[in-house]
T-cell receptor, first 113, second 113 residues
Framework: KNQVEQSPQSLIILEGKNCTLQ??????????LRWYKQDTGRGPVSLTI?????NTKSNGRYTATLDADTKQSSLHITASQLSDSASYIC????????????FGGGTRLMVKP | GAGVSQTPSNKVTEKGKYVELRCDPI?????LYWYRQSLGQGPEFLIY????????DSGLPNDRFFAVRPEGSVSTLKIQRTERGDSAVYLC???????????FGQGTRLTVV
């Protein structure tokens, strides 16, 4: 079973609308959690990083939340733009195992005009 | 260099052949990761180097896969007797130290025909 589960697998929204992507993880002990954006044909690029003591962090139109008790994170995108179309991947760093990164399967977001 | 560089960007090979994929990490980054990403999936961990040594190679699927980093900088992922199931994008990432942000290359798209 994957230690990082994301939902939905894919999402289509209209330009200008908001959306929320979910990430549940079981990785323990937990070091930090990042949301990455991956455009088609490119490597992932970090959007936000959160440690267990942080509940929310914003980066422009992206806001990430973290509940370390329930092991859940969300990424909220406000006023979506066509350029937001990409895969969004939740990545949890394991505090053991050589600080290995564990990736979720991603949510493929398509923003339509 | 300015970012993580992977070569070649695309590689087509025949089943049974040997291939090498190269990763040039960001200068000074001690940690280096290899991941494999199949179409529509999140990246899957293969191997993690800290310096010259493989700190965790638990993700290598079988003994046809091998990776080296002899001088603690450039890394080469080697695949022997390639199979069609090896077709994927192979991503490399580096970070300045364990726990810090990992920066990804654009990947090598390997196609085994």
């Amino acid at each position: 079973k994957n230690q990082v589960e994301q939902s939905p697998q894919s999402l289509i929204i209209l330009e200008g609308k908001n959306c929320t992507l979910q990430c549940n993880y079981t990785v323990s002990p937990f070091s930090n959690l990042r949301w990455y954006k991956q455009d088609t044909g490119r490597g992932p690029v970090s959007l936000t990083i959160m440690t267990f003591s942080e509940n929310t962090k914003s980066n422009g139109r992206y806001t990430a939340t973290l509940d370390a008790d329930t092991k859940q994170s969300s990424l909220h995108i406000t006023a979506s733009q066509l350029s937001d179309s990409a895969s969004y991947i939740c990545v949890v760093r394991d505090n053991n195992a050589g600080n290995m990164l564990t990736f979720g399967g991603g949510t493929r977001l398509m923003v339509k005009p | 260099g300015a970012g993580v560089s992977q070569t070649p960007s695309n590689k087509v090979t025949e089943k049974g052949k040997y291939v090498e994929l190269r990763c040039d990490p960001i200068s000074g980054h001690t940690a280096l990761y290899w991941y494999r990403q199949s179409l529509g999936q999140g990246p899957e961990f293969l191997i993690y180097f800290q310096g010259t040594g493989a700190a965790d190679d638990s993700g290598l699927p079988n003994d046809r896969f091998f990776a080296v980093r002899p001088e603690g900088s450039v890394s080469t992922l080697k695949i022997q007797r390639t199979e069609r199931g090896d077709s994927a994008v192979y991503l490399c990432a580096s970070s300045s130290q364990p726990g810090s942000e990992a920066f990804f290359g654009q990947g090598t798209r390997l196609t085994v025909v």
